[in-house]
């Protein structure tokens, strides 16, 4: 097992070195100027303060020697100054970070439990309606644009029905201290309902699929005929061989789950990680653009990181074998 | 695995299962087919006239005249709905096509030349899984600089991993078969036994992986451009339809938000559903639906 984690680790640390290498040599090779992007329209700027700045920025020096320098400053856990904000890129990330993680944390918690249950519901009534309903419902939300789904929720619940608010975090014109929770949870109720609709269909797929090789097995046919009831063959073979590869599945979702939260926050204005993300690489922040690339990857690389822990810890053979 | 039968299926009532798979196989390919043909000849036949400011009453809730609608410059959306799912079947073609050329060429590479290989190309794949799609799509369009290659570009790369590692698997189930150890026996280069030996074998995988990618890429497609990093704004995209429309449906004009994505995900769930039962039937040992 510690052997198990220490490798993956190690293969972590490799692919993460990959993604830094990969998004620096593309960002360097953009057409955009970062010099240009950083003064925007500032026509007072002399040749003079460029040069200093491609300087100070390292420009003049070859791709590895800029990579070798913008990594050691990211080791020192120094992001750069992000140009559109005109800020540190830590501290950008930072106070956005945490409303994502919110989102993310809501809807990956409400679709994983509501997706193992409705995937369950589905194999223990295969054939009937309830499993219809479900695979329907599946396959549909599968192949549903998740911002078109943020829309047409604005659609229905604010603009029709005036439940919820088109947009924003919390209310326009009140500074951001003076919002209060509830006035942040009305705000966060439609991107966080969205992201879990979409993410229900993966998992209840995935659940009825296994809960289904599951119950027909010969030790579950053996159980029938020993006089156990559903209930029970749930209890004593269901749960156990259904709960770990959907968990599996739930970490491994990470990566559709950040992506989904992208969409989802720029379609509610909701100021996330993904927003900003959206707001960096059309504004050319490269500095900003690159930190939120990495840590997003990070985040991913977490997931299935915990993910084949999470296999590796409750399967008795694959943790024999490690 | 000796699952129990399910009795319904040998109800006379009910075709056998095999049979019913390939019926399937036949009405949803009908369906796509229809689907694809009235998109092209619709790109083909509508006039470009209802595209032109002015031609038609502004802001219109559907109606006989315009069945989808107008918007505020008085366009007709059926119209540019049409064009845009065309675009979406187009881009969807080329890179789907281009991801699976991908996929078969690490894929047979990772199984045919040794472990150093193959340990590079799951490298590979995991760094690719590693990023979120969407991201990874951002970065590329950020680089090319939006526009039809970012599109293709970043779509084509980041969808060939699981049919990557499905070939690689099938691939090295066969490497050790008779005919390819005396092909091998008689000097013939891994090119020659990949190209002769291989790829046929291999093909009908692809052939499933390519249908059951376009439901992906389309997707992605939409949700790349509705970000501001495909299409540019002239082009009549999904994408573009959808965000052209974001600041209307406050004014009610629920409309010009609901038809494009309806048409869309009609559009994907045809081919994510053509490609299931396809597999169904060419492989009915993994696949039960």
Redesign the interface.
Known sequence: MPRLVLLRLLRLATLLIGVSVLAFVLVRNSPIDPVQAYIGADVNITDEQLARLREQWGLDRSPVEQYLAWAGTLVQGDFGTSTLYKAPVLDVMGARFGASLALMGVAWTMSGVLGYLLGVAAAMHRGRLADRVVSWYSYTLSATPTFWLGIVFLVVFSVWLGWFPVGLAGPQGVPATDVTFAQRLHHFVLPALTLSAVGVANIAMHTREKMTDVLNSDYVAFARARGETTAQIFRNHGFRNSVVPATTLQFAYFAELFGGSVLAETVFSYPGLGSTLTEAALGGDVPLLLGIVLVSALFVFTGNLIADVVNAATDPRIRRRA | ????P?P?LHSRSRPRPRLRARRDVVVSLSVVVLLVVCVIAGHLLLDDAALRPNSAPRSSPPGVEHPFGTDHLGQDLFTRVVKGLALSLGIGVLTAAISTAVSAVLGICAALLGRRVDGVVS?LI??S???????FM????????GGVPGIVLGIALTHWMSLALLVRADVKQIRGAEFILVSRGLGRSPLFIARRHVLPLVLPQLLVGFVLMF?HVI?HE??LT????GFSPQTPAIGIL?SE??PH??S?M?WL??F??LA??LL??GF??LGDRVRTVLDPATS??
């Open positions: 695995m000796n699952a129990p399910d319904r490298w995991d760094l899984i590693g990023i979120p799609h969407l991201i951002i970065l590329l369009a950020f680089t090319v600089g439901p997707l939409a949700a509705f970000l501001g990093f959808l429309g974001m449906i406050s009610g629920w938000a609901v494009p994505g869309l995900l994907v769930l994510a559903r039960n639906g």
